[in-house]
């Protein structure tokens, strides 16, 4: 059985309501959240940044563990925040948890897909036998162009996820992706906001990746929509996972406990797992589970999980974490962010 073995996440402290950004610029604040159903986000403070947020995501249940430690042979990071064009922040990650020096490294980028697909190859690598285990982190301290559409929805946080075969928590039973040149959202180099092309971010872009992921995967596996206890999706707002649920056949119910944008924001390549975090929370073994993230630029991992037995050992209190929040105003935001 190959899968994820544990897991760790962390979100900032800090919120703002998107009330307070809609206020700024003057928007209604009713109609901004009507439209993308999220009423605050989560963001990162001076001190924290995409290293930070993967070190307190990881060491939350790596700090004790000796074994685990020494087994990691691959340390991958998935990001589109990176402090620097040309160092890994793998290795910083690895030095800071104490790991041993025999290990591959490397960080990923591929939009808010860049931590699934390193997933994907930590569960080759495992099934190889050429390593024990993988630490893959997913981190992120969004930011967008003030005034934006996007600036409503970029928020932080991280995830870590330990990837082996032994006392499995969530089998990866299968997986596809879905791949095509459609650049409906981009960073050019040394420019310090993305830009994006509107509306073509969905319907080309989002719905069509992560649906056909999502339909050649059932098709795959031989199951339907039905079979599966819980869906998460990756959540750029909070309307396009609802509509695609709707579209491929999923109902409210089944994406009720990963839906957790509407107090979280996106946190880019986080966002999608950070749902998946949520799930593993209440998920019960033998409980089927469909995951799917998205990238711009642009692809979608779709994946077939299984809960196990050992999920009862290796629970995290996500909700009653998320709780612990603390509001600032525009200004405090934009010192937090370091926005001009």
Known sequence: MFGIVDYGFYIPKYRIKIEDIANQWGKCADKVELSLRITEKAVAGTDEDVLTMAYEAASSFLSGDKKAKKQIGAVFVGSETFQYAV???????????????DYLAYDTQFACKAATGALISALGMVKSGDIESALVCATDKA??????????????GANAWLVGHEKVIAEIIRWHSYSSDTPDFW???????PS??????????YFQHLGEAVKRLLTKTNTKPSDYHHVVF????????????????????????GYVVPTLGNSYSASALMGLVAVLEVARP?????FASY???????AMQMKITKHIDKKRKHFKKSILQKEYIDYATYTKFMNMK
Do not use: C
């Open 143 to 156: 930011n967008a162009r003030p005034k934006d559409t996007l600036e409503y929805s970029a928020g932080s």
């Open 234 to 257: 990756h959540m750029p707002n909070g309307s396009f996972p609802l509509k695609a649920a709707r579209q491929l056949g999923f109902s409210g119910k089944q994406m009720e406990v």
């Open 286 to 290: 033998g409980d089927n589970i469909l």
């Open 196 to 205: 994006h092309a509107g509306r073509f971010t969905g319907t080309p872009a």
């Open 295 to 301: 990238g711009s630029g642009a692809g979608s991992d």
């Open 187 to 193: 960073r050019r180099a040394k420019s310090e906001f």
């Open 87 to 101: 160092k890994p922040t793998s290795t910083s990650l690895a030095e800071w948890l104490g790991l041993s020096h």
